[in-house]
Every structure is written in C-alpha cells, then in structure tokens.
C-alpha cells in the first residue's frame, strides 16, 4: 500500500502541477504524462466546437469528466478531501469549459477542467 500511496502522489502532483503551467507540453521526453483531447488547447476546442457543436462537446466533456473522476480517485487514495461531481449537472460542466476556453483560447482544455474541479465543493469526509 505504502507504494501505491506514494505512486498516486507523484502522479497528483504531477496532474495538479501540470494542471497550472500557462501552457505545457503533454510529452516529456519520449513519455506521455496525459492523453486525449484534454491537451488540446481552447483554440482547437472552438475549432472542433464550431464545425460539430454537439458531438465534439460530449467528446470533449466527457474526457473532462473522466479525468475529474481520476483526480477523485487518487485523492481517495491518498485519503485527500475529494470535490463532489455531482454539484452541478453535466450541462452545467460543458457551460463551465466553454466560458473557460472562451476567455483562454491558448491554455490547454485540461487546465478549464482543473479550474472547474477546483470550483467545485469538498466533499466531507465520513466520520
């Protein structure tokens, strides 16, 4: 456990840290930290957005909503105070990450889906 505990802490770290960065590349070295279309940047979201508004949207959140539930996942493991998902509804996410990506067309997607979870209330841990 000891090993897993500490490997989920790099790996916060790693998200939480790269999360921040004005604008990072996704590969260090020869090794990719994240995937998907979540390292796109907030330009390329609108491109996508406008030439197919419904279905690249869902593409996009839900890979938001995956790596949210990932986070979860490793502070659950590292017994960290997780954010509660279900605070407001997926509507209300994709509105979140398109006034995000509006107002920073060169961060990447990833860094509006760290912003919204950090917007989201703390779950209360179980006594």
């Known amino acids: 456990m000891v090993a897993t505990r500490g490997y989920a802490l ?3 770290g790693a998200l939480l840290g790269f999360g921040t960065c004005a604008h990072a590349d996704a590969v260090v070295g020869t090794e990719a930290v994240v995937g998907g279309v979540g ?3 907030c330009a390329q979201f609108a491109k996508d957005y ?5 279905y690249e949207e ?5 890979w938001a909503l995956g790596f949210m539930s990932g986070m979860n996942a490793i502070l659950d493991a590292t017994d960290k105070p997780k954010r509660d998902l279900a605070a407001i509804s997926f509507e209300d996410k994709k509105h979140f990450l ?3 990506c509006d107002g920073h067309p060169l961060q990447i997607y990833m860094e509006g ?3 919204l979870m950090r917007s989201l209330p703390v779950m209360h ?3």
């Open 125 to 127: 841990q179980a006594q």
């Open 98 to 100: 398109r006034e995000y």
């Open 39 to 41: 390292i796109r940047t």
């Open 50 to 54: 406008q030439s197919n508004p419904s």
């Open 58 to 62: 869902t593409i996009y959140a839900n």
């Open 113 to 115: 889906v760290v912003q």
């Open 10 to 12: 790099l790996l916060l």
